[in-house]
């Protein structure tokens, strides 16, 4: 009989019925309507993947939603920096409901490799939410040996 009762908690109601939200998208999430309005949702960090042979390095980059000419890449050494402009813009409008929702944004990921990177014969490539770089390794060592006296 005592597993029947249903139990009051406060902090779990509290939790449920939280009047300060600080989104309004959280508050109308809820609702089956609203949900269908989201669409793609854009990223906010640059995930990546880097893999090395013995001439290059291949970089991987997820960002689903992004246009390719939004992307810039740029090369410096042995720094690679990559940037993305984001926009995303919803529209329903039917004869009972209007609504229209724009974001803006950007991403943006620097790292650094082992060695540099000939910038000149690097190669770019995006498709299906992926920018994929082929980095060739500078050739020779740009390393210094100071001989101690």
């Known amino acids: 009989m005592a597993n029947s009762l249903i139990r009051f908690d406060p902090i779990l109601d509290m939790a449920r019925l939280d009047p300060f939200r600080s989104n309004i998208e959280d508050i109308f999430g809820e609702f089956p309507f609203f949900s269908r309005l989201r669409g793609v949702?854009?990223?906010t960090t640059i995930?990546?993947?880097?893999?090395?042979?013995?001439?290059?390095?291949?970089v991987k980059a997820e960002m689903p939603g992004v246009k390719k000419e939004d992307i810039k890449v740029s090369i410096d050494g042995n720094q690679v920096s990559?940037?993305?402009e984001t926009k995303q813009e919803n529209d329903?409008?039917?004869e009972t409901v209007m609504y229209r929702e724009r974001k803006y944004g950007q991403l943006s990921r620097s790292f650094s490799l082992p060695q540099e990177v000939d910038d000149?014969?690097?190669?770019?490539?995006?498709?299906d939410g992926?920018?994929?770089?082929?980095?060739?390794?500078k050739t020779g060592s740009t390393a210094k040996h100071i001989a101690i006296q």
Do not use: F
């Open 92 to 94: 329903i409008n039917n």
């Open 130 to 137: 992926v920018l994929e770089l082929t980095l060739p390794k």
């Open 120 to 127: 000149d014969n690097s190669q770019a490539k995006y498709g």
């Open 82 to 84: 990559i940037y993305a």
């Open 41 to 43: 949702e854009l990223p």
């Open 47 to 58: 995930r990546i993947d880097v893999a090395e042979n013995e001439k290059n390095y291949v």
